[in-house]
């Protein structure tokens, strides 16, 4: 079985990936992945600098993801372009994970943990697609506290992402996460004992 994994910015998709990863899920993460294709060295690094600049490389040659970030997230153009380097390359590099992790266990649980799943319209692609969310005022704060966000970045970050309405609307599954950790947790078990039936009955 095939998982979409996905939730808008501190919707704590991260701790649900996390802890699948603890169940023996395989997790891949599209974030991670999307850092990898752009280390120094890499075909997706020169091609995110011929497009944008020497200005997005920091001193010691590594992409400097605030400076990139203040160039994108504020205009659509760019951050389309950007993503036209970078999805083509994560989505082969996360092909190869996966058929790894297929190589070793036939029936292995693979979950893509990817923020923009429902942006880049992917959604169709999965058995299943898990969405972790909670409410936009629970998110800035989150932001806000824990990250040390401005009010109006963390405002600016959800407004470039889709709405929760996009996201509940290809979920075959939905995690609330306005309670706590533990909470959480347990949502995460009823949800993958959901998915082991389902992949009982396909």
Do not use: C, Y
Request: hydrophobic share 45%; aromatic share 2%.
């Amino acid at each position: 079985m095939r998982v979409g994994l996905t939730g808008g910015v501190a919707s704590g998709k991260s701790t649900v990936a996390a802890v699948l990863a603890e169940a023996g899920v395989v997790v891949i993460d599209a974030d991670g992945l999307a850092r990898e294709v752009v280390e120094p060295g890499t075909p997706g690094l020169a091609a995110v600098v011929g497009e944008f600049g020497e200005d997005v490389l920091d001193a010691d040659g590594r992409l400097d993801r605030p400076a990139l970030g203040r160039i994108v997230f504020g205009d659509a153009d760019a951050r389309r372009r950007l993503e036209a380097i970078l999805h083509p390359l994560v989505r082969a590099r996360a092909a190869e994970i996966e058929s790894a992790a297929r190589a070793a266990d036939a029936h292995a649980l693979v979950v893509h943990d990817i923020p923009l799943l429902v942006e880049t319209g992917r959604a169709g692609e999965f058995d299943a697609v898990l969405v972790v969310d909670a409410p936009e005022e629970t998110r800035v704060a989150r932001m806000v506290g824990d990250r040390g966000w401005t009010p109006e970045d963390a405002a600016s970050r959800i407004a470039a992402q889709a709405t929760s309405e996009q996201r509940r609307a290809v979920a075959t599954h939905v995690l609330e996460n306005t309670g706590t950790v533990e909470d959480l947790r347990r949502r995460v078990g009823e949800v993958l004992a959901d998915l082991a039936e389902r992949a009982g009955r396909a």
